[in-house]
Every structure is written in structure tokens, then in C-alpha cells.
């Protein structure tokens, strides 16, 4: 903008931040990111804690100048709270009229469109309700253009366009995209399946050894729980799930022990079973059969 001419700075008016640490504190005003709530944007850092040596304290004044965006309510109301626990005081959009939105207003879109005078014209970013809206703008306020030059899509839509039309041609199905941020890879729906079952129902594993030649059991079954509600060393739960899978194994036939896998399953399901009449849950249960 100031190599356009649209923005006059007078001289010495944006400096470095390293200039501004000498400065007193009313001759100075800092414009950072994080009106979101960002927790690893600058404005969160300040108020949590320090950024590059700054920080919120008693008698700074924070200007939220943006609008609250559906989904950050809670990161916003916590960035709120660490500002005021710091001492710092509030002006927010809710009070003052300070938001001045980036959108494209109205009469942006009819100016845009005359001076383009595009062949087609595919409105983008909204709700669908907000995509409908503004093609009835442009069919009730800009000559020229019908339901034939303005195409609505969605995701998944394949527009084709060529020097005469444009068409919806196809529909894909798309859904999320989860990436591990330990590898930075995408990874399967069914891997974020497991996690959400392993943090919302917690853990059983289970290890079983039998004699490699008698196929009796070796020792007494080892059953570690993790996170699962209702099972604690008092109750006697777990004593009695070894016990029962001990029993499970003394009156299994000899021939079914060829199969671990299978053999393994059993016992996993039993507990499984066990588990959910005696507290209600359902916790991810892991299975093995050794033989020694």
C-alpha cells in the first residue's frame, strides 16, 4: 500500500522491535497476529507468558479489532482471560466500533464485475446461502448476466470450462485430511478411529502364556489397564477376569491352541464381554497368546 501511494507513513513512525524497547510504553503500539486466540501466535505468547522479551502487564491496553470467527469462541475467551489476569485492559469489537471487515461489500462486487466483465463468473468463500446471494447480486444489479454465466459449486463439484460454457461435469466425494504432526504424514480415518476410542475409553492389554508342548497354562494371566473407568486394584475386577480367562484356556481343547490368532481373539472377546457387563464400558482390548 505505501508503494502505491495509498498509504502515507510519516518518517520514522514503523520502526524495528528493537528500537521500540526504548521507547516508553505511551509512545508505543505494537500490531500483532493472534486475534483468533492462536496459541502460537504472538498475541497468546504475550499474554501467557513473554514473546521476544514482551509481554502483557498492569496498564497495557489490547485492541481486539477483529470479529469473534465460529469454532474460536474458546481460544478467544482464554486469550481474554490471560490478558485480564496480566493486568491488561480490553477494547473489543463487541463494545466499540473498530472491526473494519476485509470482505468485499455490495457495491465491491458490482465494480469488480463491470470492470472485469468476466464470461463466467463462479462465486467462492461462504456458505452456500452466501454463494446463492451473491449470484442474485450480480443477476439483479449487473447487465449481462443470467443463471447461465453464474455457476454455483460446491466441494467435490468439477467445473469444465471451455470458450462457450461452463458446466458442472462430475462429483467427487471428499472428506477430511488428518495429518500426524510427529511425521507430517496423512494417516487413515481408521487410525484416528482407534485414537478417539483409546482417549474417550481407555486400554486393556492382555498376555497369555501356555507350555509350548502341553498347552497348559504357564502362568498366571498378566491384564494391565489404562484409562478405563470402573476398574481399580480394590474391586477384585481384575482377579476374577484372570480367573476367568484362566478357565477359558483350562477348557479349551488342545487342538484349538494350533491357531494363536485365533485362540487369542477368544480370550479377547471374553474379556471383552466381562469388562462391559461389569462397568458398562468399552475399552480397546489387545489380545496375545505366547508359548514358552
Avoid at 477384585?236 to 477376569?241: E, F, I, T
Amino acid at each position: 500500500a505505501t508503494d502505491l501511494g495509498l498509504l502515507d507513513i510519516p518518517h520514522n513512525t514503523l520502526i524495528e522491535l528493537g528500537e521500540s524497547r526504548s521507547l516508553d510504553d505511551d509512545q508505543i503500539v505494537y500490531l500483532v497476529t493472534g486475534s483468533q486466540g492462536e496459541s502460537r501466535a504472538a498475541l497468546w505468547n504475550m499474554a501467557s507468558g513473554s514473546y521476544k522479551g514482551l509481554g502483557i502487564e498492569k496498564g497495557d491496553t489490547v485492541i481486539l479489532s477483529a470479529r469473534i470467527i465460529p469454532g474460536n469462541d474458546r481460544a478467544i475467551s482464554r486469550l481474554i482471560g490471560e490478558i485480564y489476569k496480566h493486568g491488561g485492559n480490553i477494547i473489543e469489537e463487541k463494545r466499540r466500533l473498530i472491526h473494519v471487515s476485509g470482505h468485499a461489500s455490495q457495491e465491491d462486487i458490482k465494480i469488480m464485475t463491470e470492470t472485469v466483465r468476466p464470461k463466467f463468473v463462479v462465486p467462492i468463500h461462504g456458505e452456500y446461502r452466501m454463494l446463492f446471494r451473491h449470484k442474485e447480486f450480480i443477476k439483479n444489479h449487473v447487465e449481462g448476466y443470467t443463471d447461465e454465466n453464474i455457476i454455483l459449486i460446491e466441494n467435490g463439484d468439477v467445473l469444465e470450462l471451455d470458450g462457450n460454457a461452463a458446466r458442472i461435469v462430475a462429483h467427487n466425494d471428499i472428506g477430511k485430511s488428518f495429518i500426524d504432526e510427529a511425521h507430517l504424514g496423512e494417516i487413515d480415518y481408521e487410525i484416528i478411529r482407534e485414537r478417539k476410542k483409546l482417549g474417550f475409553s481407555g486400554l486393556i492389554t492382555m498376555v497369555v502364556a501356555v507350555d509350548r508342548e502341553t498347552k497348559k497354562l504357564k502362568s498366571e494371566p498378566q491384564i494391565t489397564v489404562q484409562g478405563v473407568a470402573g476398574i481399580n486394584p480394590l474391586n477384585g475386577l481384575l482377579q476374577n477376569a484372570r480367573q476367568s480367562i484362566a478357565e477359558i484356556i483350562t477348557e479349551t481343547k488342545r487342538d484349538k491352541y494350533q491357531d494363536k490368532n485365533f485362540m487369542a481373539e477368544t480370550l479377547r472377546v471374553h474379556l471383552k464381554r466381562m469388562i462391559q457387563q461389569e462397568t458398562g464400558t468399552k475399552p480397546v482390548i489387545v489380545s496375545t497368546v505366547v508359548e514358552v
